[in-house]
Nanobody, 129 residues
Framework: QVQLVESGGGSVQAGGSLRLSCALSGFTLTPYCLGWFRQAPGKEREGVTTITSRDGSTYYADSVKGRFTISQDSAKLTLYLQMDSLKPEDTAMYYC??????????????????????WGQGTRVTVSS
């Protein structure tokens, strides 16, 4: 059974840092795409950052560039999100997601615009001003 379990969320003041972790299990093959998404109250879910497990290439939303860093530990099947210089607008539920390579990703790679098939339950991040 595939599982993605996030941890590391919490409350922090603006300017602070948090590190989210996502433990993956049950995958028969290493997912091609891994990513972090977030959904703030009353807003649509957005793709924050993704990473291609094979070559480590990354994507970051403009809103988090220079502040957030995605990384993976392939041996431990763990995904991380280091969040620095946090802002109140970063407050959201953060979700870890994974996807295998499939035809729908041809030409767009691990873009968050193409739906990911496997999701965690989320971890809440609250940034106060």
């Amino acid at each position: 059974q595939v599982q993605l379990v996030e941890s590391g969320g919490g409350s922090v003041q603006a300017g602070g840092s948090l590190r989210l972790s996502c433990a993956l299990s049950g995958f028969t093959l290493t997912p091609y795409c891994l990513g972090w998404f977030r959904q703030a109250p009353g807003k649509e879910r957005e793709g924050v950052t993704t990473i291609t497990s094979r070559d480590g290439s990354t994507y970051y939303a403009d809103s988090v560039k220079g502040r957030f860093t995605i990384s993976q530990d392939s041996a431990k099947l763990t995904l991380y999100l280091q969040m620095d210089s946090l802002k109140p607008e970063d407050t959201a539920m953060y979700y870890c997601a994974a996807d295998y390579w499939r035809l729908g990703r041809q030409g767009v790679g691990c873009s968050p615009r193409v739906e990911y098939n496997y999701w965690g339950q989320g971890t809440r991040v609250t940034v106060s001003s």
